[in-house]
């Protein structure tokens, strides 16, 4: 049963540190996308990337955030520094193709003290 | 640009029906719909494609009108496993070979004994 994991799944951090979430999308998916996910806001695109190559990173703050695919089989999601307000829980999710089924991760849940 | 979402919760009892409806101010190319369930994922439930195209998922089904920019879930005689939070993700027109998707803020969905 093949699935997206992301690590951390829980993340406590101080407010300034770094804090690095990882993703493993599902192999042979070759479009990954970045989620954020607060009462408030709801569900954000903070940045996606196709056959390894970021198309959009619109939705994130570009002064702490940045997001890499080293490898098909990964990608990372960086924060520097981290603020309070960074707090959510972030998903990552796979896919196949353009409009096709995203499948989410089970999320890693950030709370910047 | 999200789109709407109404109601924004709804409880049943089981057995009955619901319905919740997707509008967004946006011409429209797909309709995905997916329910989380708390402290979860979001789980994908149908992809829309084109308009006035309805389709199907156990007794859960879906319309898309493409002029008129919405989608609505219906919900048929309604079992506890549909309790969650169902989120529409629209696809703009010129999203196509992208598959960014903007998310609604969410219909809570209560189904009690």
Known sequence: DARVTQ???????????EVTMRCQPILGHNTVFWYRQTMMQGLEL?????????????????????????????????????????????????????????????GTRLLVL | QQPVQSPQAVI?????DAVINCSSSKALYSVHWYRQKHGEAPVFLMILLKGGEQKGHEKISASFNEKKQQS??????????????????????????????????????????
């Open chain 1, 46 to 106: 903070l940045a996606y990337f196709r056959n390894r190559a970021p198309l959009d990173d619109s939705g994130m703050p570009k002064d702490r955030f940045s997001a890499e695919m080293p490898d098909a089989t990964l990608a990372t999601l960086k924060i520097q520094p981290s603020e309070p307000r960074d707090s959510a829980v972030y998903f990552c999710a796979s896919g196949l193709g353009h409009q096709e089924t995203q499948y989410f991760g089970p």
């Open chain 2, 72 to 113: 609505s879930l219906y919900l048929t005689a309604s079992q506890l496993s549909y309790s969650g939070t169902y989120f529409c993700g629209t696809g703009p027109v010129g999203s196509s070979n992208t598959g960014k998707l903007i998310f609604g803020q969410g219909t809570t969905l209560q189904v009690k004994p």
């Open chain 2, 12 to 16: 049943l009892r089981e057995g009955e």
């Open chain 1, 7 to 17: 690590t951390p799944r829980d993340k406590v951090t101080e407010m300034g540190q």
